[in-house]
C-alpha cells in the first residue's frame, strides 16, 4: 500500500501547479537550463487532395485499359500501331489495373534545447522516422486487347520475306518493268513508297532492338486484324498486280493477353522496361531529416504577477540537415523519412490573451534548397515509367509559407484546451538536368516539377500542460510541459496533398544545469 502512496505522491507533485498560474509552452528555455524534449507523430491517409478533389491514395497505378498512361514507354508504339492500322486515337491495352494503399508515418523526435541567456536558446533535433505504405494491385487482363511481344528473333523470319519484297520491287522500277504502262508504273511508285513506310513503322514495334515494344496488338484484337487486312492488301498488290511473289510470312503477334502472374514479374524484371521493386508492402525505419537553430524571446509580458495572459513573442531560425532517406524511384508510393536537401527555416511565435482565453499566433518561412538526386524523369502520373528514363537531376524544391492560429481556453491554471487552424502554401519546384552528361534526349525535365505548386488547411483540437515548477520563485514540482492534439487535413488544391489524419503527442522536461 506505501508504494503506491508513494507513486501518487510523486505525481500529484509533478502536476502540482506552483502558483496560479497557466501558459502555452513557451519556445525558449529561461538561462541555464536545459529542456529535454520527446515529440511524437503518427500520421495515416488513404486518399488525397489534387486539384480540389479527393482521390484514392493508389490512383497513380490505377487504370480502367492500362497502357501509355502509366507506361510511357508503349507511347511511341501506339503512334505507329495508328499509322498501320489507320485506327484513330489508338492505344494499346494491357488490362485493368487497380490499386487500393494506405499510408503511416510515425515520428519520434529527440531533441535538447539550452537557455544560453534570458533571451536566447540554442537547440537540437533528431528524428526518428518509420514510414510504411499498404498496398495491394488487382489486374483483371479480360478487357486487354494486347499481349506479350514474341522477341526479335521471332519476327526475323517475316521481315526478311518483307524486305526482299521491297527491295525486288525497287529493282523492278529502276529496271523500268512498269514504263510501259504509267498507270501499272503509278501503282509500283504507290506500292512501293507504302511497303517501305510500312515495314519501317513494323519493324520499329516488333524487331528493332532499339524501339520494339514490350506489348503488342493480339491477333483477334481490332488492331490486330486491321493489321492483318492491311497486310494482306499489300501482299496480293505485290503478287498479282506487280508480280512480286514469295512474300507470304506472317508476323508474329500474342494470342492472349498477359496474365497477371507475368504482369507482375514484367515490372520487376531487373532486365525489362521497367524494373521497379515490388507495389506491394513498403516500409522503412530510418533517422529523419536533423535540425539545429536558435530561439531569441522578443517579448516576455505572459502571465505577470496574478495577471494572466498578457504578450508573449519569440523568433526562431533552423537549419534542417539531409539526414534522412528520400523515397526510393524504383518502388512506386513509396515514402521515404527526409527531403532529401538542406532547408532554413524562420518562424516567428506570439502568444496573446486575457484571463482563460487567448491564442498563439505562427508563421513561417521555410527556403528549401536545390540538391541533386537521382530520378525517373516522368510526370507523378506515370509512376511505371521505364528505367530507360533514370538520369541525375537537379531539384529546388517551392518554397513554403504557413500561418497558424491556435485559439486555447484554461480549464484549469496549468491546462488549457486548445485548437488549431493552420494553413500552409508551397511554390512550384524548379528541375534541371545536372549536367550535359545526364540529358536524356527528348524528355524535359521539367516534367518532374508538374504538380508540385500547392496549399492546403489544417485544423485541430487538443491539450496542453504547462507547469513552470521550481523554475519560479516559490514555485515547487518538477518543471514540465506537455501537450497531445489531433489534426487532420480538410482541404487543398494543386498538386497532390495526402488527406493525413495526425495524432500528435509531447512531453518536455526541464533541468537546471548552471
Known sequence: MGHWVRRLWVIAWVLAPSVARAQLAPVGVPAGVLRAE????????????????????????????????????????????????????????????????????????????????????????????????????????SVANAGPAAGEQAQAA???????????????????????????????????????????????????????????????????????????????????????????????????????????????????????????????????????????????????????????????????????????????LAIGTGDGQTDVELRVVADVGAGRIGARLEGGYNRQFAAAMVDRVAPPTQPLAGSDLLAAVRRDPGDQITFAARPFFRLVPTLALIGTVQRWSRGEDAVEYRGETDVIPGVDPSVLASETRASATVVG???????????????RGLPVDAGWSYERVVGASGARVPEVHRIRARVRVYFGIF
Do not use: K, M
Not at 515529440?39 to 488513404?46: I, K, L, N, P, V
Not at 483540437?461 to 514555485?475: A, D, I, M, Q, R
Open 38 to 141: 520527446v515529440d511524437g507523430a503518427f500520421d495515416s491517409w488513404d486518399s488525397r487532395f489534387r486539384d480540389g478533389r479527393t482521390d484514392p491514395l493508389g490512383s497513380d497505378l490505377s487504370s480502367p485499359a492500362l497502357g501509355s498512361d502509366l507506361f510511357p514507354i508503349l507511347a511511341e508504339a501506339e503512334a505507329r500501331i495508328e499509322r498501320l492500322t489507320g485506327r484513330p486515337s489508338y492505344r494499346l491495352n494491357l488490362g485493368a489495373l487497380t490499386t487500393d494503399a494506405h499510408a503511416d508515418v510515425t515520428r519520434a523526435v529527440f531533441g535538447l534545447s539550452l537557455g544560453v541567456t534570458s533571451r536566447i536558446t540554442v537547440f537540437g533535433r533528431v528524428p526518428l522516422v518509420r514510414s510504411r505504405v499498404q498496398a495491394a494491385t488487382t489486374f483483371d487482363p
Open 158 to 332: 517475316f521481315f526478311q520475306e518483307l524486305d526482299g519484297a521491297v527491295t525486288n520491287l525497287g529493282s523492278r522500277l529502276a529496271a523500268g518493268e512498269y514504263d510501259a504502262d504509267p498507270s501499272l508504273r503509278a501503282l509500283a511508285v504507290a506500292t512501293l513508297a507504302e511497303g517501305i513506310e510500312f515495314r519501317n513503322d513494323l519493324f520499329a514495334v516488333l524487331g528493332d532492338p532499339a524501339t520494339a515494344a514490350p506489348f503488342v496488338p493480339t491477333t483477334g484484337s481490332e488492331a490486330g486484324l486491321a493489321l492483318d487486312a492491311r497486310l494482306e492488301a499489300l501482299r496480293a498488290t505485290l503478287s498479282t498486280s506487280l508480280g512480286v511473289a514469295g512474300f507470304t510470312a506472317d508476323p508474329t503477334l500474342p494470342d492472349q493477353p498477359i496474365t497477371p502472374e507475368e504482369f507482375a514479374l514484367l515490372l520487376t524484371d531487373p532486365a525489362g522496361p521497367v524494373a521497379i521493386r515490388p507495389t506491394g508492402n513498403s516500409q522503412v525505419t530510418f533517422r529523419g531529416d536533423a535540425e539545429a537553430g536558435v530561439a531569441v524571446t522578443l517579448v516576455d509580458r505572459w502571465d505577470r504577477g496574478t495577471r494572466r495572459g498578457g504578450l508573449r513573442a519569440a523568433a526562431e531560425a533552423l537549419v534542417r540537415f539531409p539526414t534522412g532517406l528520400r523515397e526510393p524511384s524504383d518502388q512506386p
Open 461 to 475: 483540437l487538443g491539450l496542453t500542460y504547462s507547469n513552470p515548477g521550481s523554475l519560479l520563485p516559490g514555485g
